[in-house]
């Protein structure tokens, strides 16, 4: 059994501690570029203006979270409904206390060992947060992320920044600050460039309003991750009465390519070859292909495949396929996290 000791750190030489360990190891980039104007960021922020910021996930497009005109504008320019919640981003743990009342033990006690990290909160929101961070509802997302430009921009704002992925809604999202230019151009203030990111699908978002633990969204940490550091389960599945979360609508992170899922290469082979119009395959590795079928090649390793997912998806757009026909890594680990994606731009096909 893993055995959590004060501040709930892991003890003991675990597979979760290692895990714990290794993801960590991922998330952090080792420098900071150069290219980066963090205070400039500052600046904007503090005159209510917009700012999109690398994460270890994708890149955010953030506001002060404590400005309601200024997260208002977050909404237009993505076209995101209003009742769809955002995430606010903090420096730590100490952080949780000053967005809600009570903070569960379940939050701590992940946030602790999982924070910084691509792990998403919710929790009951305090009255001083604006209801339009939240959609208008009574939770509230949190999340520190583990990139440097993103916790040096925290650090120097010395308040919670509320930002969804810095991409039109529903569509594909960024990774690179180039991805951010090619989508919002000049809807937003500033771009912080922190190269490419390291994990590449958004965060795991965990509902810790209820005396279970439940997963409203798969991301960056993977359900047994939570399961080792809680020591106790975690539910899998939102019930009809769990908190609204960002990401988690059916139709979401897709091309303008249709995308179709498959299980199998030759399954996906053959319904490229057999589609029509301009016909790619997103697979696990490489593969001989039909003649007039694009080959996009992803890692067979879930990691690697999350990396570069959307970076595919949008190089499917960049050659003007029509169709994509796509096989998810095997399903462990951050590869859940990858078939939820693929499976929410898949049902955005008329």
Known sequence: M??????????????????????????????????THVLDAVAVLERGGLVA??????????????????????????GRPADHPLIVHVAGTEDLGRYTEVVPASALRLTETLWPGPLTVVVRRADHVPPVVAGGRPTLALRSPAHPVAEALLEAFGRGIAAPSANRFGRVSPTTA???????????????DGGPCRVGVESTIVDCTGDLV?????????????EGVLGAPV???????????????????????????????????????????????????AAEVPEGVTLLVADEDPDGYARVLYARLRQADQLGLDLLVAVPPAAHGIGVAVADRLQRA???TP
């Open 346 to 348: 898949a049902n955005a």
């Open 178 to 192: 180039a991805d951010v230019r090619a989508d919002l151009g000049d809807d937003v203030d500033l771009v912080l």
């Open 2 to 35: 893993d055995v959590l000791g004060k501040g709930g750190r892991l003890l003991g030489t675990t597979g979760v501690q290692r895990r714990v360990r290794l993801l960590r190891q991922a998330w952090q980039p080792s420098v900071v570029d150069d290219r």
């Open 53 to 78: 910021f690398p994460t270890e996930t994708v890149y955010g497009l953030g506001a002060d979270a404590s400005d309601a005109e200024a997260v208002t504008r977050i909404f237009a320019v993505k």
């Open 235 to 285: 539910g899998r599945q939102a019930g009809p009465g769990a908190p609204a979360a960002p990401g988690t609508l059916p139709s979401h992170y897709a091309p303008r390519a249709t995308v179709v899922v498959v299980l199998t290469v030759d399954e996906a082979l053959d319904r490229a070859a057999a589609g029509g119009g301009r016909a790619g395959v997103l697979l696990p590795g």
């Open 214 to 226: 439940v997963v409203l969204r798969p991301g960056g940490v993977p359900v047994e991750v939570l």
